[in-house]
């Protein structure tokens, strides 16, 4: 264990991709980071141990639904996440205020935060930023986020400015209920979320106003929900240097691998996405010759792995014919084999940039993974 709460050292930088360590009191946390989804306590289809095999070093776990079920006082009264799931490293909470936004029914938004009924049962619940921050002490988080409103970018421009001057207000809440907890803030991190769509105007405000409150690293909130790739790089142009260079920026919900490598391009740290683990319950796997759907008749009688560079136990016991006939079949196996694969894949991708940066060599790598991945 070591005894620091919080530290991040940037050991290398080439252009704006940025190779370094957060250092917590559960372990280190290589950047860019990758974090696998734990949405309800379990990242889908794999075991806690099955998962750090991979290389992960930090997963997430969602305050919405871990409220909602089994309830954040089961939880701390059974030990705590950490406990209670069997992983003994680092974990990020969401705030919940995403997934109340998205998937609730009845909510209503005001300046003291958001009534909802849950997806589950339809019972009745108040998130707040105090609530929020009280959730993930419960759960006993690692790094916490703040909690926010996420609008969708095709809004108005005079509603995603009134939903990013909430978000700030929120945000301070956040940190003044976080430090009220002061046994769990001497352990764990509190990061801030960078509001504003697409609009850098609205986005230099925000991260202004983040930066005056104080928090120990920095989302990029607000992108991955339907703008498209373009879009997206467009606002992470500028978005990341807006926030402190000596400072974790993670960008929320993304993605895609070429998503990754081009966000690291511009200055990002981490990462989480439930692509891999979504996309290997689906059949689909992702390869550096870009991805394959399993599902595809030409995987029929396929005796070669799926991908002949990965070092995953999947790739080293199954042919893609065999994982084709578990697809077909609906057998679990083949969403537990390809989840696999996936999530090796993914933090594989994430030790060639950090090893590619550190070698000055990122420009380099981003050409041949997008020859490879992308076929351009």
């Given at each position: 264990?070591?005894?620091?709460?919080?530290?991040?050292?940037?050991?290398?930088?080439?252009?704006?991709?940025?190779?370094?360590?957060?250092?917590?009191?559960?372990?280190e946390?290589?950047t860019?980071?990758?974090?696998?989804?734990?949405?309800?306590?379990?990242?889908?289809?794999?075991?806690?141990?099955?998962?750090?095999?991979?290389?992960?070093?930090?997963?997430?776990?969602?305050?919405?639904?871990?409220?909602?079920?089994?309830?954040?006082?089961?939880?701390?009264?059974?030990?705590?996440?950490?406990?209670?799931?069997?992983?003994?490293?680092?974990?990020?909470?969401?705030?919940?205020?995403?997934?109340?936004?998205?998937?609730?029914d009845?909510?209503?938004?005001?300046?003291?935060?958001?009534?909802?009924?849950?997806?589950?049962?339809?019972?009745?619940?108040?998130?707040?930023?105090?609530?929020?921050?009280?959730?993930?002490r419960?759960?006993?988080?690692?790094?916490v986020?703040?909690?926010?409103?996420?609008?969708r970018?095709?809004?108005p421009?005079?509603?995603?400015?009134?939903?990013?001057?909430?978000?700030?207000?929120?945000?301070?809440?956040?940190?003044?209920?976080?430090?009220?907890?002061?046994?769990?803030?001497?352990?764990?991190?509190?990061?801030?979320?960078?509001?504003?769509a697409?609009?850098?105007?609205?986005?230099?405000i925000?991260?202004?106003?983040?930066?005056?409150?104080?928090?120990?690293?920095?989302?990029?909130?607000?992108?991955?929900v339907?703008?498209?790739?373009?879009?997206?790089?467009?606002?992470?142009?500028?978005?990341?240097?807006?926030?402190?260079?000596?400072?974790?920026?993670?960008?929320?919900?993304?993605?895609?691998?070429?998503?990754?490598?081009?966000?690291?391009?511009?200055?990002?740290?981490?990462?989480?996405?439930?692509?891999?683990?979504?996309?290997?319950?689906?059949?689909?796997?992702?390869?550096?010759?870009?991805?394959?759907?399993?599902?595809?008749?030409?995987?029929?009688?396929?005796?070669?792995?799926?991908?002949e560079?990965?070092?995953?136990?999947?790739c080293?016991?199954?042919s893609?014919?065999?994982?084709?006939?578990l697809?077909?079949?609906?057998?679990?196996?083949?969403?537990?084999?390809?989840?696999?694969?996936?999530?090796?894949?993914?933090?594989?991708?994430?030790?060639?940039?950090?090893?590619?940066?550190?070698?000055?060599?990122?420009?380099?790598?981003e050409?041949?993974?997008r020859?490879?991945?992308?076929?351009?």
């Open positions: 264990m070591h005894s620091e709460r919080f530290r991040f050292a940037i050991q290398a930088t080439d252009g704006r991709a940025r190779t370094g360590t957060i250092t917590m009191q559960r372990g946390i290589r860019p980071a990758f974090m696998p989804v734990g949405t309800a306590a379990t990242v889908k289809a794999m075991k806690p141990e099955a998962v750090r095999a991979t290389g992960a070093d930090i997963i997430l776990g969602n305050t919405y639904h871990l409220m909602l079920r089994p309830g954040a006082e089961r939880v701390a009264k059974l030990g705590g996440l950490h406990k209670f799931m069997n992983w003994d490293r680092p974990i990020l909470t969401d705030s919940g205020g995403y997934q109340v936004m998205s998937l609730s009845l909510r209503k938004l005001t300046e003291q935060g958001v009534e909802f009924r849950s997806h589950i049962d339809g019972s009745k619940h108040m998130l707040t930023p105090e609530r929020s921050m009280e959730i993930q419960l759960l006993g988080s690692d790094i986020m703040a909690f926010d409103e996420c609008p970018a095709d809004r421009r005079d509603e995603i400015a009134a939903s990013m001057e909430l978000s700030m207000r929120w945000a301070k809440r956040s940190r003044d209920g976080f430090d009220s907890g002061e046994e769990h803030a001497a352990r764990s991190a509190l990061f801030g979320i960078q509001q504003g697409l609009d850098e105007d609205l986005r230099k925000s991260a202004d106003k983040l930066v005056d409150i104080g928090f120990d690293g920095y989302a990029v909130g607000g992108l991955a339907g703008e498209g790739q373009e879009a997206m790089f467009g606002v992470l142009d500028y978005a990341p240097e807006m926030l402190p260079r000596n400072r974790p920026r993670y960008l929320m919900g993304v993605g895609k691998p070429d998503d990754l490598v081009g966000a690291v391009e511009r200055g990002i740290d981490m990462f989480d996405c439930v692509l891999p683990t979504r996309s290997g319950r689906n059949g689909q796997a992702f390869t550096w010759g870009g991805p394959l759907n399993l599902r595809n008749a030409r995987h029929a009688e396929d005796t070669a792995p799926l991908d560079r990965c070092a995953c136990p999947t080293a016991n199954y893609r014919a065999y994982l084709h006939h697809q077909k079949s609906g057998e679990i196996l083949g969403a537990m084999l390809v989840t696999e694969h996936n999530l090796w894949f993914y933090q594989a991708l994430m030790q060639a940039m950090r090893d590619a940066i550190a070698a000055q060599r990122f420009a380099a790598f050409i041949d993974f020859r490879e991945y992308l076929g351009n």
